[in-house]
């Protein structure tokens, strides 16, 4: 191989040859003074510094520590393989084809670069690959000739980047280890096994977004609050890894807690936002708190900045409830307000978290809409509505994001399932004759229900309780009403006054305060809430044996 006719060729040697001829010119072209006097008598004194294009070319590529080989013509033989290479790779000889005689470069798939780069005359670069040696190299391959020469030449220049892939392989296997824990944190503090209320069926999904997306705050709960009612939430904390899981988990343990307290959705956000506020001043969510009362056929709810929740009716029809909603949690100085939508038997509701409709390249109303179209036409339990859902909106492993997604359906019952569950009321009118009234009331449905004699004497005593606290301390109108699952009976009692009534131990000498306290004594569960027009209902459950 003739090296000072390839060096000739190497890209940019024409150039530097011209170059040196224009330096090369008579000093009487230049103008007076053009170079200094005192550079001009350190060059008269220094000896002449070699220009690089005089080097042997040899000689420079034997000792860089890169490793690098010259291959020419369409079959790219071999015609220099430098000291480093041979190091890496052994001895290779001159004129064979790179195919047979380079096998490490046919294996990292550099023969085909190799080709591209002789057809186009421009140079290509493979990053970080791992060679047969073990170790990890940059391939940058520069044409060595003009296009159409018969013995045009590629030159491969391998740098070892074997440490700066080490390094990357390390942050990346730390970043997939603080992902793995924040998802394992994150799918812990979700509930593991949804409850499941007598009047819904009820499904959720969670989804972590792709390997190289960073959980978020995404979350879902149901919590059965007594007397049939069902509090459902979903939620979504702003932020990434294991900070954001640790609020989600925060705010839906607070969820939990405040749920018992039987308040209105808009109340419970107004306690969650002054809690998100003390727990992190930076960081906000967003999130639906609903309720489902099957006395009254319809989904009671609030939203802190949250999407909406969609309602496909028993006709199919899907529709928005869009209002009311307030800014996200953690904001404060914001007064939020419950508003309703109509869950009739047979209807279907979706909560849903923004990672399930929001996409870089379309406007969110755009995702929204999308998700309707799927609603309308998914059929089935609420896990297989979950997973369509998903399904159609494209929701993949290397998802950008978290999505979680809860369905509820109020089944259509009917024919012998429709027989357990039954309503049953009464209005309480007059004085302290309502209360022999609702006694008998309670026999006679309880009889047609067919319950045990010893859990029919219970209800009619836990009725009796009931209705006498009511007359006491309550103010019309009072009603009663008696209601029954598939697997509890329940029995409540509303009035005029929102004077809750508590558990309290009565003296010998009292003539009041053991109604309650015999309530709760023989029934499964009790309490007490206030209604939305003012007022209050009292209620007590029993659980009905199975088999």
Same mark, same amino acid.
């Given at each position: 191989?003739?090296?000072?006719?390839?060096?000739?060729?190497?890209?940019?040697? &024409?150039? /530097?040859?011209?170059?040196?001829?224009?330096?090369?010119?008579?000093?009487?072209?230049?103008?007076?003074?053009?170079?200094?006097?005192?550079?001009?008598? #350190?060059?008269?004194?220094?000896?002449?510094?070699?220009?690089?294009?005089?080097?042997?070319?040899?000689?420079?590529?034997?000792?860089?520590?890169?490793?690098?080989?010259? %291959?020419?013509?369409?079959?790219?033989?071999?015609?220099?393989?430098?000291?480093?290479?041979?190091?890496?790779?052994?001895? #290779?000889?001159?004129?064979?084809?790179?195919?047979?005689?380079?096998?490490?470069?046919?294996?990292?798939?550099?023969?085909? !670069?190799?080709?591209?780069?002789?057809?186009?005359?421009?140079? /290509?670069?493979?990053?970080?690959?791992?060679?047969?040696?073990?170790?990890?190299?940059?391939?940058?391959?520069?044409?060595?000739?003009?296009?159409?020469? #018969?013995?045009?030449?590629?030159?491969?220049?391998?740098?070892?980047?074997?440490?700066?892939?080490?390094?990357?392989? /390390?942050?990346?296997?730390?970043?997939?280890? &603080?992902?793995?824990?924040?998802?394992?944190?994150?799918?812990?503090?979700?509930? &593991?096994?949804?409850?499941?209320?007598?009047?819904?069926?009820?499904?959720?999904t969670y989804q972590p977004g792709g390997t190289e997306a960073a959980v978020g705050g995404d979350w879902y709960d149901v919590i059965t609050l007594g007397g049939g009612r069902t509090a459902l939430v979903i939620g979504d904390v702003m932020g990434?890894?294991?900070?954001?899981?640790?609020?989600?988990?925060?705010?839906?343990?607070?969820?939990?807690?405040?749920?018992?307290?039987?308040?209105?959705?808009?109340?419970?956000?107004?306690?969650?936002?002054?809690?998100? @506020?003390?727990?992190?001043?930076?960081?906000?969510?967003?999130?639906?708190?609903?309720?489902?009362?099957?006395?009254?056929?319809?989904?009671?709810?609030?939203? @802190?900045?949250?999407?909406?929740?969609? %309602?496909?009716?028993?006709?199919?029809?899907?529709?928005?409830?869009?209002?009311?909603?307030?800014?996200?949690?953690?904001?404060?100085?914001?007064?939020?307000?419950?508003?309703?939508?109509?869950? +009739?038997?047979?209807?279907?509701?979706?909560?849903?978290?923004?990672?399930?409709?929001?996409?870089?390249?379309?406007?969110?109303?755009?995702?929204?809409?999308?998700?309707?179209?799927?609603?309308?036409?998914?059929?089935?339990?609420? &896990?297989? %509505?979950?997973? /369509?859902?998903?399904?159609?909106?494209?929701?993949?492993?290397? +998802?950008?994001?978290?999505?979680?997604?809860?369905?509820?359906? +109020?089944?259509?019952?009917?024919?012998?399932?429709?027989?357990?569950?039954?309503?049953?009321? !009464?209005?309480?009118?007059?004085?302290?004759?309502?209360?022999?009234?609702?006694?008998?009331?309670?026999?006679?449905?309880?009889?047609?229900?067919?319950?045990?004699?010893?859990?029919h004497d219970l209800g009619v005593l836990a009725t009796s309780e009931l209705v006498a606290n009511s007359l006491q301390h309550g103010i019309p109108p009072m009603r009663l009403r008696l209601r029954r699952t598939d697997r509890r009976l329940i029995?409540? %009692?509303?009035?005029?006054?929102? +004077?809750?009534?508590?558990?309290?131990r009565a003296e010998p000498g009292d003539e009041s305060g053991r109604g309650i306290a015999i309530v709760a004594t023989i029934a499964s569960s009790w309490g007490c809430r206030r209604t939305p027009g003012g007022g209050k209902a009292v209620w007590?459950?029993?659980?009905?044996?199975?088999?």
């Amino acid at each position: 191989m003739n090296f000072t006719r390839w060096s000739a060729r190497l890209p940019g040697t &024409q150039r /530097r040859a011209a170059a040196r001829t224009e330096s090369a010119v008579s000093p009487d072209r230049r103008g007076d003074g053009s170079v200094p006097a005192a550079r001009a008598e #350190r060059s008269a004194d220094a000896p002449p510094a070699p220009a690089v294009d005089v080097l042997p070319a040899r000689d420079v590529l034997d000792r860089v520590p890169a490793l690098v080989a010259l %291959v020419h013509g369409p079959d790219h033989r071999i015609g220099y393989v430098n000291d480093a290479y041979t190091t890496a790779f052994g001895t #290779r000889p001159t004129g064979v084809p790179a195919r047979d005689a380079l096998p490490e470069l046919a294996e990292l798939g550099l023969l085909p !670069l190799l080709d591209q780069v002789l057809r186009s005359g421009r140079p /290509r670069t493979l990053k970080s690959r791992k060679a047969v040696d073990g170790r990890s190299y940059t391939f940058t391959c520069t044409p060595v000739a003009e296009d159409g020469d #018969r013995d045009a030449g590629v030159l491969v220049f391998a740098t070892d980047v074997t440490d700066h892939a080490e390094a990357a392989e /390390r942050l990346r296997a730390a970043e997939r280890r &603080q992902r793995e824990t924040a998802v394992t944190l994150q799918r812990s503090l979700l509930p &593991q096994e949804l409850e499941q209320p007598d009047d819904l069926r009820i499904a959720a999904t969670y989804q972590p977004g792709g390997t190289e997306a960073a959980v978020g705050g995404d979350w879902y709960d149901v919590i059965t609050l007594g007397g049939g009612r069902t509090a459902l939430v979903i939620g979504d904390v702003m932020g990434r890894g294991v900070r954001a899981a640790a609020v989600m988990g925060q705010l839906r343990t607070a969820v939990r807690a405040y749920a018992r307290l039987d308040l209105p959705p808009h109340e419970v956000l107004q306690l969650l936002d002054g809690l998100a @506020a003390e727990i992190d001043a930076n960081q906000i969510a967003t999130c639906v708190y609903a309720i489902h009362d099957p006395n009254e056929g319809r989904l009671v709810y609030a939203s @802190a900045g949250h999407l909406p929740i969609l %309602v496909r009716d028993e006709n199919g029809v899907v529709s928005r409830a869009d209002e009311p909603t307030g800014p996200p949690l953690g904001t404060g100085g914001w007064i939020h307000s419950s508003g309703c939508v109509a869950l +009739h038997p047979g209807a279907t509701a979706v909560l849903y978290t923004d990672g399930l409709v929001e996409r870089r390249d379309a406007d969110l109303d755009e995702g929204i809409a999308a998700l309707e179209g799927a609603l309308a036409g998914a059929t089935g339990t609420p &896990q297989v %509505v979950c997973d /369509r859902l998903v399904r159609s909106a494209g929701v993949t492993a290397d +998802h950008d994001d978290d999505v979680a997604v809860l369905v509820l359906q +109020h089944p259509a019952r009917t024919g012998p399932d429709g027989d357990l569950f039954r309503n049953a009321a !009464l209005e309480l009118l007059g004085g302290v004759e309502a209360a022999p009234r609702a006694r008998a009331f309670a026999s006679g449905v309880l009889t047609s229900w067919r319950f045990p004699a010893e859990l029919h004497d219970l209800g009619v005593l836990a009725t009796s309780e009931l209705v006498a606290n009511s007359l006491q301390h309550g103010i019309p109108p009072m009603r009663l009403r008696l209601r029954r699952t598939d697997r509890r009976l329940i029995i409540e %009692v509303t009035d005029g006054d929102d +004077h809750l009534p508590r558990r309290r131990r009565a003296e010998p000498g009292d003539e009041s305060g053991r109604g309650i306290a015999i309530v709760a004594t023989i029934a499964s569960s009790w309490g007490c809430r206030r209604t939305p027009g003012g007022g209050k209902a009292v209620w007590c459950e029993f659980v009905l044996p199975q088999g």
